[in-house]
């Protein structure tokens, strides 16, 4: 009970936080009404059931079979035997061997876009994102990686520090292998209200300057 209060609480004092709010606009754009994905609200808390979700729980952790356990350190190799033996070998298991299956959904096709007022501090907030299938090669992880680094040198110097508009910019994004070949890239920032489409508008063209240019 006390726990379901808590949640209650939360969820109660979210609509009065313009910043969980435009966190629930991100979601809904992204993610529309994906129960995966669905921030923490008064409408979520109530469809909340132990039961079920001890029921799931359990489902979940019911056949160890083909679970796949990775040890690493300084280890006693036989102590580590032992110790398998002694506890993971007892766990319920058979030969079924589970498939994950893509169930994040697909990134929205085209342009979608929405604004929310809220506040009373003179600032905006506006947050940019792509995403899609990729093709993922051997090396692609770390250059994804090192691309997020780019961009966001690329950004704090020419958004942030050139044209000095934002109040901050950050750079993230994921490149998922499996179980389904996928990308996104998150853009966000800080900034005056009356500057949001400028800015962006130079978000999209250093974006693009990359694309045509590549790395300098």
């Known amino acids: 009970d ?24 991100k979601t809904r754009l992204l993610f ?7 921030n923490l609200s008064p409408e979520f808390v109530s469809k909340m059931d132990a039961a079920r979700a001890e029921a799931a729980y359990r489902s979940r952790f019911a056949n160890a079979g083909d679970f796949t356990f990775v040890f690493t350190g300084s280890l006693d190799e036989a102590r580590l035997e032992e110790l398998v033996l002694g506890y993971i070998a007892t766990l319920p298991g058979s030969s079924a061997n589970e498939q994950a299956r893509a169930a994040r959904p697909a990134f929205p096709k085209g342009v979608t876009s929405g604004s929310i007022k809220a ?20 090396k692609d992880h770390e250059l994804f990686g090192l691309f997020l680094m780019l961009l966001d040198i690329r950004l ?13 910019i950050s750079v993230n994004g994921s490149l998922q ?3 389904e070949k996928r ?5 966000e920032f800080g900034c005056a209200p009356g500057t949001e489409d400028a800015l962006s508008a130079a978000v999209l063209a250093e974006l693009d300057s990359i694309v045509r240019k590549g790395a300098d």
Do not use: H
């Not at 529309?32 to 669905?38: I, K, L, M, N």
């Not at 990308?183 to 853009?187: G, N």
């Open 177 to 179: 292998a499996y179980p």
């Open 32 to 38: 529309g009404d994906s129960p995966r994905y669905a």
């Open 183 to 187: 990308y996104q890239l998150d853009i």
């Open 119 to 138: 506040g009373i501090e003179p600032q905006s907030s506006v947050y940019v994102a792509f995403g899609g299938k990729a093709e993922i090669g051997e």
């Open 156 to 168: 704090r110097e020419s958004i942030r520090e050139a044209v000095g508009g934002t109040y901050g």
């Open 2 to 25: 006390s726990l379901m209060a808590g949640l209650r609480a939360s969820a109660a004092s979210r609509a009065s936080n313009p910043d969980e709010l435009f966190s629930d606009l």
